[in-house]
């Protein structure tokens, strides 16, 4: 698919200006109603037709990931396909750093983030979540010989401990918070991405990382000697998020949304990419 860069965006932009102030009074009307009629579109194009422009990062398979011919792929496009296809709308995905989804939503430059995103109070702050569609795990990885192990409770439920560790993140998500809120920042080693912290694990840099279960098995089999732990570190739901502003495109994509679980296709998704024993 795709994508535009800013700068691009920019020339263009420029390039129009610059004709709008060369003209007569008769071109300059007739581009400043151009202009007026282009918003008008640009307004309810997100929201009533046009292209629905989605943010992500595709470093969370099976979530999302790059296929061999460079397109963006996973349950996170698939779903937005079918959400955009429901909505009479074209689908235009844009890979970028995951901390960057948030600020880009609200900037106005994406209209939705499907990201293997989790619903939490502190994001609910600054975007809208659409209805849940799928449940997410955060686990632990280690390598094979670490001494890391699950913790009975008083309660006899187990967890994990990682007091005194060296813990692995990617920066921005669920487990970058709960670990730093749980353990502090000095000891919480931030990467841009699930596999430049593997990397690090595999290296000894760094003694454990915590990640969402499902790429986390991914990155398991790519990389001998590691493996996950098997207590969760917590459990979350997985939403799509839009911006505050934009109420009327929550609605048709929780209404869209709803119309793909009672017909199976969201599950159907889900399915085709995370087999029912979890493998």
Do not use: H, W
């Amino acid at each position: 698919m795709k994508k535009f860069s800013i700068a691009m965006l920019s020339m263009v932009l420029a390039g129009s200006l610059l004709l709008s102030g060369c003209g007569g009074n008769t071109d300059t009307q007739q581009n400043e109603d151009s202009n007026t009629d282009a918003a008008a579109t640009d307004s309810t194009d997100t929201a009533d037709g046009g292209v629905l422009r989605m943010g992500t990062n595709a470093t969370f398979p099976p979530y999302e990931f790059t296929d061999e011919n460079g397109e963006v792929a996973g349950i996170d496009a698939e779903i937005a396909a079918a959400v955009a296809e429901k909505l009479g709308m074209e689908l235009d995905i844009t890979d970028m750093a995951f901390e960057s989804l948030i600020p880009a939503l609200q900037a106005g430059t994406i209209d939705i983030v499907l990201a293997g995103m989790t619903v939490d109070p502190e994001r609910a702050d600054q975007v809208n979540f659409t209805d849940s569609y799928a449940t997410g795990v955060q686990v632990v990885i280690v390598p094979e010989n670490s001494d890391i192990a699950p913790v009975e409770q008083e309660d006899g439920s187990l967890a994990v401990d990682l007091t005194g560790k060296t813990i692995g993140v990617q920066t921005g998500t669920t487990g970058d918070l709960y670990c730093t809120d749980d353990y502090g920042q000095e000891n919480v080693k931030q990467f841009d991405n699930g596999p430049l912290a593997v990397a690090a694990l595999v290296n000894g840099q760094i003694d454990c990382v915590v990640i969402d279960q499902e790429p986390a098995k991914n990155y398991v089999a790519a990389n001998e000697g590691l493996k996950i732990l098997d207590t969760a570190y917590a459990n979350e739901d997985y939403a799509a998020a839009i911006s505050k502003d934009n109420t009327e495109l929550l609605e048709q994509v929780n209404a869209a949304m709803q119309e793909l679980k009672d017909d199976g296709t969201l599950q159907s998704i889900i399915d085709k990419y995370i087999t029912a024993d979890g493998e």
